[in-house]
């Protein structure tokens, strides 16, 4: 059974920085994606940014120049280095990883910046 588990959350002043790390368990054959996602208090859940096998990568606008998606396939780990948080990055970030057959999430991670 795949499990994803998220780390690396916590209370951050803004302009501060955080590393999420998200780990596989299992194996996961035939990945397409693995991606970072986020859901603040009464909004819906929004991508952050993805990256593909290939190591090609995308980001929302609203995080552009300011968070790095990376992966280590050995570890069957994802990344997301976030750099000059602001207030309005608060949320739980939650990984995924997609396959040609389905998509496992984690549990999510709380991030909160405040000074």
């Known amino acids: 059974q795949v499990q994803l588990v998220e780390s690396g959350g916590g209370l951050v002043q803004p302009g501060g920085s955080l590393r999420l790390s998200c780990v596989a368990s299992g194996s996961i054959i035939g990945i397409t994606a693995m991606g970072w996602y986020r859901q603040a208090p009464g909004k819906q859940r929004e991508l952050v940014a993805t990256?593909?096998?290939?190591?090609?990568?995308s980001n929302s606008d609203s995080v552009k120049g300011r968070f790095t998606i990376s992966r280590d396939n050995a570890k069957n780990t994802v990344y997301l280095q976030m750099n000059s948080l602001k207030p309005e990055d608060t949320a739980v970030y939650y990984c995924?990883?997609?396959?040609?057959?389905?998509?496992?999430w984690g549990q999510g991670t709380q991030v909160t910046v405040s000074s």
């Open positions: 990256i593909t096998p290939s190591d090609s990568t």
């Open positions: 995924r990883f997609s396959t040609v057959l389905t998509t496992f």
